[in-house]
């Protein structure tokens, strides 16, 4: 079974609007992490936001956001104010356990920005 | 300079070479993975360190094999490469002292087999 689903295969979105990037994840595991990553077109992998399953409070950094909804085991990232650099893919992944296990990748979501 | 060296950056080979992708880093990592990315696949896992002496399989390891010669590097060898291991290969790198402990990245090495 998939650990980590990304549903929406690609997503538009107009310049300076709002986009959720949906993230399910399945765990029996109550200690976990969450990460989100965004890959241009120049192919780097760039880490975005971390979610611990035990924080309270939704991860935010800058224009990004994570609401975290522990009880329907979703993580969507959520990017305010898109900008034209925002197109990218993004990979959502996790982490069970307290660190001695890899990070496992869902299939991402191409984001394209429209002006 | 970067912080994790991938070489080549791009590899084209036939079928049935053996090839070695290598990475090096300078971030004083412990911990140290190589995955594979195909197109609508995501990032799967081929085979992962957490020091010198530990190496462990990940989801995909069929016809590869690794090497840590040191903390710093992790090399990656495909011992008789088939075209569907075309793909774009990824080192990266985590810190098991990083509270997120979240994986940093290299540029990448695009490999095709012929």
């Known amino acids: 079974a998939q650990k980590i689903t990304q549903t929406q295969p690609g997503m538009f979105v107009q310049e300076k609007e709002a986009v959720t990037l949906d993230c399910t994840y399945d765990?029996?595991?109550?200690?976990?992490?969450l990460f989100w990553y965004k890959q241009p077109s120049s192919g780097e992998m760039i880490f975005l936001i971390y979610?611990?399953?035990?924080?309270?409070q939704n991860a935010t950094e800058g224009r990004y956001s994570l609401n975290f909804q522990k009880a329907r085991k979703s993580a969507n990232l959520v990017i305010s104010a898109s900008q034209l650099g925002d197109s990218a893919m993004y990979f959502c992944a996790m982490r069970e356990g307290w660190g001695n296990t890899p990070l496992v990748f869902g299939k991402g979501t191409r984001l394209s920005v429209i002006a | 300079d970067a912080d994790v060296t991938q070489t080549p950056r791009n590899r084209i080979t036939k079928t049935g070479k053996r090839i070695m992708l290598e990475c090096s880093q300078t971030k004083g990592h412990d911990r140290m993975y190589w995955y594979r990315q195909d197109p609508g696949l995501g990032l799967q896992l081929i085979y992962y360190?957490?020091?010198?002496?530990?190496?462990n399989k990940g989801e995909i390891s069929d016809g590869y094999s690794v090497s840590r010669q040191a903390q710093a590097k992790f090399s990656l060898s495909l011992e008789s490469a088939i075209p569907n291991q075309t793909a774009l290969y990824f080192c990266?790198?985590?810190?098991?002292?990083?509270?997120?402990?979240?994986?940093?990245f290299g540029s990448g090495t695009q490999l095709s087999v012929l």
């Open positions: 360190s957490f020091d010198v002496k530990d190496i």
């Open positions: 979610q611990g399953s035990y924080d309270q």
């Open positions: 990266a790198t985590s810190d098991s002292r990083d509270s997120n402990e979240k994986l940093f």
């Open positions: 765990t029996s595991d109550p200690s976990y992490g």
